[in-house]
């Protein structure tokens, strides 16, 4: 496709070629020479990413559990500055720093005007076929009114790594949280120690909940629950587990219940531990399918099972408030740090638990 | 067990026994002589009843769906005159007339004082073992004072017939709107055109929505379904249906959906035709297990899953305000009316499609 000339010209100073991830297969994710992106449409824009990261849900395409196209882009998760804008695009202009939400959308249909991004007819998701994914030097960002969030100039390089929690992990902890009915004052329980877990975590505690029972047993990701706000943590899985936050809740459960993890047992143990009448917040990418909802429970006990994919563009604003005015903070969950040749790596160890969540530094720079 | 004496001798003219429906099996059920129900606790009440009903959950244990003792009482809903009442009840005194909701509860416990009396520690369902059931000429009601609705004196028999079916399919069916969040002037499908999905549509039609599209094909059915306010009938089933909905709703389907069936097929339906971040309400007992709950496509579009139970107890009192305001009569629901004696044709009846709800009248009297 030819591109549209851009309305600024402020280039990366290479030639027509830059690094981004290719995934191929299970376990085979490369860093290779891609053609630059270029703006298409008048609503694209080119971003150069400064920091980007490794998601949870990546793990489910490395591990060959979610489909991919070989030679598919990946990467969801970015923030950078504007290189270039089509010429229809007003809110952001070159040398702007933004920060994308997962998905992109158009800003204006019916179902972005009401917060839900994710069903825009428009969006889509970065890597998709034909798109660029975060994890990579630049990227076109279609829609770029309707997807991007413009920043104050002049940010340290800490806000900026807080800010990039915004583009999924937090937002989705968020979402998870709201789905999930917390509320000032309430018992939640928060199925998974992924970082998605450890921000809804975050999220129930920044609600108002008065009582969040992590369910975990690795040390480090307990230590950081408890940081962001779990007043428990329970190390036991299924049937034990529900017992013991059953036990720890004068035998009701949890008001609200978030699951963070998609698995059949998960889900099980998320309808098991809610109290009746409560709510599981689902976010986990459901790999499971749908035999651990016990609908017969659920009817039983009214407990109800609501969630999904989180739109992020609709919460990163509120979220980004409280970053700036120094209230959230959901950078601990980055662990690691790779430039962009790490990101192989980076794959491999979240994949072995040896490191929770991988900041990558497309362009480099020390954290 | 030694019956307390009542505080107020009211009794019925007879020997110390009655009739009362018992189920031994499927297809088995039979009106038979059983002891006179007297006051075990204090807080018992003994209701003489007046008019009950066969619902359609009835069914799946008619049908050997649901398991049942051989000999279990079964039917509960039921309205009556009390007869007699323990020490402890203050509520209610022989001869007032009492609507039931169909789980007896203490009314004092957090989760009634909450509104969901079908998770009080100590409820019940009329006809488990050791109880009466609803389709019998009297009913030992536990927690009386909890329990029990106390009617105006001096109404009609017709306006008793509305408020009999508040003790189950009316409250459920707008306990389906409810957690369906059917809202003024919002789109509502209704998947089943029993009589709970029929009360459903009375039940969104009275919180304001606009449109209510009732899913159906049987003609006395659907024409009950409009004339309670459905706008559309669709009389398509399964992916059809889904497609003939999202038609009629610019290609999105509806904000609201209440599950009236609980099998698999409706509860893919149900899901399918949910609008993008909608809920499915659902209340259909679910003999489907959760293979219709397509988990991937709830995650993709945000769709939520709510319902159970219905905490019929809860809502009584609202709707009863409106029967007796004359702004919502459930009562075209019943389409025949039987004797304790033609209980078991109506099961017949109902169970071959012949009668959408049968009423009963334990004592006789003509409607």
Redesign the interface.
């Given at each position: 496709m030819a591109g549209i000339p851009p309305t600024t010209a402020e280039r990366r100073d290479y030639d027509d070629h830059m690094h981004a991830t290719v995934i191929y297969g299970p376990h085979d994710v490369r860093v290779e020479d891609v053609p630059d992106p270029v703006l298409v449409h008048p609503a694209d824009a080119v971003v150069r990413v400064t920091h980007a990261c490794i998601c949870g849900s990546d793990l489910w395409a490395y591990q060959g559990v979610a489909a991919r196209e070989p030679g598919q882009r990946i990467g969801h998760e970015f923030l950078g500055v504007v290189e270039s804008t089509g010429a229809d695009v007003t809110g952001v202009k070159p040398g702007d720093t933004v920060v994308a939400p997962f998905v992109w959308s158009d800003g204006v249909c019916e179902?972005c005007r009401?917060g839900?991004h994710?069903?825009c007819p428009v969006g889509g998701f970065w890597g998709q076929p034909g798109s660029d994914g975060g994890q990579g030097e630049a990227v076109r960002v279609p829609y770029a009114d309707g997807t991007l969030v413009k920043l104050p100039s002049g940010l340290g390089d800490a806000e900026l790594v807080k800010i990039l929690a915004l583009s999924d992990v937090m937002s989705t902890g968020h979402h998870a949280a709201l789905?999930a009915g917390v509320r000032r004052g309430g018992t939640v329980a928060v199925v998974g120690d992924g970082a998605v877990g450890l921000c809804g975590v975050l999220a129930a505690h920044r609600l108002g909940a008065e009582r969040i029972i992590a369910l975990g047993r690795h040390d480090a990701r307990t230590a950081l629950a408890r940081r962001f706000g779990a007043t428990d943590v329970v190390p036991e899985r299924g049937d034990e587990a529900i017992a013991v936050v059953r036990e720890l809740t004068g035998g009701q459960g949890a008001h609200a219940v978030i699951e963070a993890v998609g698995t059949e047992q998960s889900?099980r143990t998320a309808i098991g531990v809610a109290r009746?009448?409560g709510?599981v917040g689902?976010v986990g990418?459901?790999h499971?399918?749908?035999?651990g909802?016990?609908?017969?429970d659920?009817?039983?006990?009214?407990?109800?099972?609501?969630?999904?994919?989180a739109?992020a563009r609709a919460y990163i604003p509120e979220l980004l408030a409280d970053v700036l005015a120094g209230t959230l903070d959901p950078s601990p969950v980055f662990d690691a740090t790779v430039g962009l040749d790490g990101v192989p790596g980076g794959y491999a160890a979240m994949n072995d638990r040896k490191a929770l969540k991988v900041l990558v530094r497309p362009h480099g720079g020390a954290v």
């Amino acid at each position: 496709m030819a591109g549209i000339p851009p309305t600024t010209a402020e280039r990366r100073d290479y030639d027509d070629h830059m690094h981004a991830t290719v995934i191929y297969g299970p376990h085979d994710v490369r860093v290779e020479d891609v053609p630059d992106p270029v703006l298409v449409h008048p609503a694209d824009a080119v971003v150069r990413v400064t920091h980007a990261c490794i998601c949870g849900s990546d793990l489910w395409a490395y591990q060959g559990v979610a489909a991919r196209e070989p030679g598919q882009r990946i990467g969801h998760e970015f923030l950078g500055v504007v290189e270039s804008t089509g010429a229809d695009v007003t809110g952001v202009k070159p040398g702007d720093t933004v920060v994308a939400p997962f998905v992109w959308s158009d800003g204006v249909c019916e179902f972005c005007r009401e917060g839900l991004h994710t069903s825009c007819p428009v969006g889509g998701f970065w890597g998709q076929p034909g798109s660029d994914g975060g994890q990579g030097e630049a990227v076109r960002v279609p829609y770029a009114d309707g997807t991007l969030v413009k920043l104050p100039s002049g940010l340290g390089d800490a806000e900026l790594v807080k800010i990039l929690a915004l583009s999924d992990v937090m937002s989705t902890g968020h979402h998870a949280a709201l789905a999930a009915g917390v509320r000032r004052g309430g018992t939640v329980a928060v199925v998974g120690d992924g970082a998605v877990g450890l921000c809804g975590v975050l999220a129930a505690h920044r609600l108002g909940a008065e009582r969040i029972i992590a369910l975990g047993r690795h040390d480090a990701r307990t230590a950081l629950a408890r940081r962001f706000g779990a007043t428990d943590v329970v190390p036991e899985r299924g049937d034990e587990a529900i017992a013991v936050v059953r036990e720890l809740t004068g035998g009701q459960g949890a008001h609200a219940v978030i699951e963070a993890v998609g698995t059949e047992q998960s889900m099980r143990t998320a309808i098991g531990v809610a109290r009746d009448g409560g709510a599981v917040g689902f976010v986990g990418v459901p790999h499971g399918g749908s035999a651990g909802v016990d609908i017969g429970d659920m009817f039983g006990r009214n407990v109800a099972l609501r969630g999904g994919v989180a739109p992020a563009r609709a919460y990163i604003p509120e979220l980004l408030a409280d970053v700036l005015a120094g209230t959230l903070d959901p950078s601990p969950v980055f662990d690691a740090t790779v430039g962009l040749d790490g990101v192989p790596g980076g794959y491999a160890a979240m994949n072995d638990r040896k490191a929770l969540k991988v900041l990558v530094r497309p362009h480099g720079g020390a954290v």
